[in-house]
């Protein structure tokens, strides 16, 4: 067996216990666990003078041993270890507890240096079971450590051990998945040096390196899976949709379409009537903008001209709010025009799933609408010729080949409501074809945004109870859903894989809703989060809905969406937090009715890339020049992070290009995927096994992914 296929229980010291550990983060194998990259790393290298170090801090000392340990016997058979050690600018207690080998480590005069948290008491400074490292002039140690996200009673130490050994077990079979010339071109490091310097960097440099390298790697066989499986799909033959008379469905719409909406069906249209006797050639098409454009009318052309032309619709989406909101637009439209309609998604009882598998199966379910239920093997279509599929990137690759596969003849229709650039575009869905809706309908008004820091609170509160006042609803967006104990928070030296400087702490939905429902007793706080139960989700957006809650506190589930026309205020807290996409899109959140709306960033940030990315929010509301300068100033993280905006990579989610803020990464990687496939289409070659391997596994890997 290849090493890299080894199971991590056959490690030095990994036992049963430690085993499950591992289980539980998903690592099984040497693989697994070299693919298990650090969240962020600890920098001893940066030595703090002890006159300088502050309670509560944890930092590197680089200190002399001035007494011998003594060890004392606390209450039961604890332990504690003391001795004093000294540096130019003063002197400080160091205590183990219950490490009472501790005694005969340290002697006087030697020199060490020390990461740990400083405490005070009663004005006596004291070092916490420090980690020391002997220290010698002119022997330099390492700078970095990497700190990994754990299960007890995996520890940070008991991981890096691990990964020292899998990395020392499995370095001959790290071979390079990218050809050496598109590694030269795009000044890539190889692949052994990028897993190496992942976990052990020797500098922050290589650390970089390391992490772009990996980042390119994950958008790149996300170029190539994406490619790969729409060239299966391109050579396909769908449904020939010959009744292009679009009017029935036409006259049931309230409204003129925009000119934009006009191109995009006619687009549909085009594609979905071309080609000669009963085939076409599969349409693969995407319909990109703004949230509240209109795309949810153009899909609903599509579903018409499908099911006008005998055949079945499905319309796909992500989330099962997003699914009921789709149901309930289009359904009563549909109905009318004489045509079934039906909800398929996870929490639909077993009975109904049965009932509705059947008429899909028989044909007598004309329209489906639904989560990724839908894919399930078990359900099945007499004649399916169009999908709709909304918020693809937030289905696994996998899941986008299995809808493909349920449904050999019929034409594919992508909506998107994240303006991302062009160069990401490319990387996430290949060439498909692009309508860009960039065009809002007539009336709708621009929402204010404004830019503003704490001092302004009182005044904001006191927007509040005016909006209250005059009847509108709130929303308020925070980046966490409760505050949480992490060492990250409490000024230790860590750096991350792309460092992203100091920050302002955290509000967390769950405390700060809290806080507003005191200072708002009227209106009915209610606060909601990704980790809620559907049903408790749901309770609470419809309460929002009825207006019955007016001040919604959130993460960013209500993103995408949601659609509550009395709302007119949107308040996004520690808005430095956020990709200026996904400010676009909260602030899309309100606006659509008829009530002057709002948006307010409130940021206490310094940083000054920060605040330019939030000023530049007040300026524009056109969500793909706000898509371009995010790249610009930011790289591919922000559309590829977190939460709301989640996508779902080639193996599941990104985790370094999330972070990465180099711009000409998503490029490099649409190229290089590009290039290789130019050489060879099917990479059969020797020159990509490495690649073809991995690919073939993230593939099956990304089935399990999805929320
Ligand atoms: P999104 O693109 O975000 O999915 P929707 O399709 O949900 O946007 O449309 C947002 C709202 O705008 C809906 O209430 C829809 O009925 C309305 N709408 C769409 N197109 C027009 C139009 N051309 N004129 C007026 N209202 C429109
Ligand atoms: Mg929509």
Do not use: W
Not at 189 to 197: D, K, M, P
Not at 495 to 509: N, T, Y
């Amino acid at each position: 067996m290849a090493n890299l296929d080894m199971p991590v229980s056959k490690l030095d010291g990994i036992g049963k216990v430690k085993d499950a550990a591992f289980e539980k983060l998903g690592i099984r194998t040497l693989r697994d666990l070299i693919y298990h990259f650090p969240t962020r790393y600890e920098n001893r290298g940066v030595v703090t003078p002890l006159a300088e170090g502050k309670a509560g801090m944890t930092q590197s000392y680089i200190l002399t041993v001035s007494t011998e340990p003594k060890m004392a016997r606390l209450r039961g058979s604890m332990t504690v270890v003391k001795f004093r050690a000294f540096d130019d600018s003063g002197s400080v207690e160091i205590v183990y507890f219950n490490q009472p080998y501790m005694r005969d480590k340290f002697h006087v005069g030697e020199t060490y240096r020390f990461y740990g948290k400083l405490t005070e008491k009663l004005g006596r400074y004291s070092l916490a079971s420090p980690v020391a490292e002997l220290y010698k002039e002119g022997e330099p140690l390492p700078d970095l450590y990497a700190v990994y996200r754990l299960s007890p009673p995996l520890n940070k130490r008991v991981l890096r051990e691990c990964v020292s050994q899998a990395l020392a077990l499995c370095k001959s079979e790290l071979y390079d998945t990218v050809p050496s010339d598109i590694r030269s071109k795009y000044s890539l490091a190889s692949l052994s040096f990028a897993l190496e310097n992942i976990h052990i960097p020797e500098t922050l440099d290589a650390l970089d390196r390391a992490a772009r390298r990996l980042a390119f790697d994950e958008l790149f066989e996300t170029a190539l899976a994406v490619r790969l499986m729409r060239k299966k799909q391109t050579k396909a033959f769908a449904t020939r949709m010959v009744n292009t008379d679009i009017s029935p469905f036409i006259k049931t719409v309230p409204f003129e379409l925009t000119g934009a909406q006009k191109r995009a069906v006619n687009d549909i249209v085009t594609d979905l009537s071309a080609g000669e006797g009963s085939d076409a050639p599969r349409m693969s098409r995407i319909l990109v903008g703004d949230v509240g454009c209109g795309k949810t009318v153009c899909a609903a052309a599509a579903v018409f001209m499908a099911v006008n032309n005998g055949t079945q619709a499905l319309i796909m989406a992500p989330t099962e709010i997003l699914a009921s909101q789709h149901h309930a637009d289009l359904a009563p439209q549909f109905v009318v025009l004489g045509y079934r309609v039906e909800k398929l998604t996870g929490s639909t009882t077993a009975a109904e799933k049965r009932r509705i598998k059947a008429g899909l199966s028989d044909g007598s379910i004309d329209i489906v609408i639904g989560t990724h239920a839908l894919i399930e093997d078990d359900v099945t279509f007499r004649a399916l010729g169009l999908c709709v599929c909304d918020e693809q990137h937030r289905f696994g690759i996998a899941q986008r080949a299995k809808l493909l596969e349920k449904s050999p003849r019929a034409h594919m229709l992508v909506m998107s409501a994240t303006p991302i650039p062009r160069t990401l575009s490319l990387v996430l869905y290949g060439d498909l074809a692009i309508s860009r809706i960039d065009e809002m309908p007539a009336g709708r008004q621009k929402v204010d945004t404004v830019y503003v820091n704490e001092n302004y609170r009182t005044r904001l509160n006191g927007f509040i109870d005016k909006q209250l006042a005059e009847g509108g609803q709130i929303y308020v967006v925070c980046p966490a859903v409760e505050q949480v104990e992490d060492d990250a928070d409490d000024g230790a030296a860590t750096v991350s894989v792309f460092d992203i400087g100091a920050q302002p702490p955290l509000k967390s939905a769950v405390e700060f809703s809290a806080e507003l429902a005191e200072r708002f007793p009227r209106a009915n706080v209610a606060y909601i989060h990704g980790k809620m139960r559907p049903a408790e989700k749901n309770d609470i957006m419809s309460r929002f809905v009825s207006g019955d809650i007016k001040l919604l506190v959130s993460t960013t589930v209500i993103e995408v969406g949601i659609n509550v026309p009395n709302a007119s205020l949107m308040i996004v807290e520690n808005a430095e937090r956020f990709g200026l996409s996904q400010l676009h899109q909260l602030r899309g959140r309100v606006g659509r009715g008829t009530r002057k709306s709002y948006c307010v960033l409130v940021s206490d940030t310094e940083g000054e890339v920060a605040r330019q990315r939030l000023k530049l929010m007040t300026k524009t509301n056109d969500g793909f020049v706000i898509a371009e300068e995010d790249l610009k100033m930011r790289g591919p993280g922000d559309f590829l992070g977190t939460d709301g905006a989640r996508q779902s990579g080639v193996g599941g989610n990104y985790r370094m290009a999330a972070l990465c803020q180099d711009p000409a990464i998503p490029e490099a990687a649409g190229e290089a995927a590009a290039a290789v496939l130019e050489r060879d289409p099917t990479l059969s070659s020797p020159e990509f096994a490495p690649l073809r391997a991995r690919l073939s596994r993230a593939m099956s890997a990304s089935e399990t992914t999805m929320n």
